[in-house]
């Protein structure tokens, strides 16, 4: 039963547990990441070696080309999410949002991705609001698509100026830096990154159906243009940003692909981060399941400063990114792999 009260009631629940001391996050703005940078420069190539002392530009490296796998690195995923948590507030409709909505497409084009915009008009509580998802593409060798998505618009509040350094900015900035990395990589499935306008609910409370209107219009205008059927499976990313990482298992996500992503994090090492614990959320997930595309939230709730003015810089952690960003590129060839075995339920 996906009720706001059940919702309500588990966050409350995770609000009283407490974070866990178990897992110290560093903090980024006082030691540096502790991953080496992964875009390794190197002398451009050319048809003739450039003459003895002339230097030559630099460029990226590809991995093919480098023979050295591209890692998620998290310096430029902190950077993603300063970015955005100096723009202020960024609710659905603002002037803040637009300038982070151009932040985000001048990064995807900047990583070689091809990006466009959806724009909608959303009737709020608060009458119209012109919304715009914007959806990036990394081709694979198949046109059938695994969905990375993410909300890049902060709740509106009056009464303080909320800035949403883990709820908005962490996932936004976690997928960009994502989008860079899988670029640089021959992929099975294409991937869509899909930055969701309009998560948040309008009114203070998120109640139905004020909330999700980015996810609700993708998945009906999928459905309309007869792309839904090659969506094969979506990751949200939420919330991830929080220094005491610790993330549940969503009972309303897919279960195969929720089994998937924590045997990816375990693997890994993370499975003080990702906890064996489960609890419903309701988030933008939630449209594509009811649409039947396997899915799974990646959410950390379990955040005092969840929709509060502390939910700033202080609050999040480059080593947060950093775990889900490895633990997602882990999962994601796992993920092709079952998906081209067969189509679990
Ligand atoms: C996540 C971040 N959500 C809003 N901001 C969705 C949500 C709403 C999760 C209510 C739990 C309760
Ligand atoms: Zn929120």
Avoid at 136 to 162: C, Q, S
Wanted: hydrophobic share 45%; proline share 7%; aromatic share 6%.
């Amino acid at each position: 039963m996906r009720s706001v009260a059940l919702a309500a009631v588990a966050v409350a629940m995770l609000m009283a547990c407490g974070a866990d001391a178990s897992n110290p996050a560093p903090d980024a703005r006082t030691s540096a990441p502790s991953n080496p940078p992964s875009n390794a420069l190197t002398p451009a190539p050319s048809d003739t070696p450039p003459a003895p002392g002339t230097a030559a530009p630099l460029v990226p490296l590809a991995p093919a080309q480098s023979g050295v796998p591209l890692r998620f690195d998290s310096a430029r995923a902190w950077e993603h999410l300063r970015r955005q948590v100096a723009f202020g507030p960024r609710p659905s409709g603002s002037a803040a949002l637009a300038e982070c909505r151009r932040y985000i497409l001048t990064e995807l084009k900047a990583a070689g991705i091809d990006a466009r915009e959806q724009a909608f008009d959303a009737m709020t509580p608060a009458g119209v609001i012109k919304m715009i998802n914007v959806i990036a593409t990394i081709p694979g060798r198949r046109p059938d698509r695994i969905v990375l998505a993410t909300h890049y618009d902060t709740k509106r509040f009056r009464e303080f100026a909320f800035v949403g350094a883990s709820d908005g900015a962490s996932s936004t900035a976690a997928a960009l830096e994502l989008g860079r990395v899988l670029r640089a990589g021959p992929r099975e499935y294409t991937v869509e990154l899909l930055f969701l306008d309009g998560e948040e609910a309008v009114n203070t409370e998120w109640r139905d159906p004020d909330n999700t209107y980015g996810s609700k219009y993708y998945v009906r205008a999928a459905r309309q243009a007869g792309t839904l059927a090659g969506l094969k499976a979506l990751i949200l990313l939420d919330m991830v940003g929080d220094r005491n990482l610790d993330i549940r298992r969503d009972t309303n996500s897919t279960r195969w692909l929720t089994d998937l992503v924590w045997s990816s994090a375990a693997r890994l090492g993370y499975s003080s981060t990702f906890i064996d614990e489960a609890f419903a959320v309701e988030d933008d997930h939630l449209p594509f399941l009811e649409a039947g595309v396997a899915a799974v939230d990646i959410i950390d709730l379990d955040y005092p400063e969840w929709h509060t003015a502390q939910d700033d810089l202080d609050h999040v952690s480059a080593r947060s990114l950093q775990t889900v960003g490895e633990v997602v590129l882990d999962a994601l060839p796992r993920i092709e792999a079952q998906l081209g075995a067969a189509t679990p339920r």
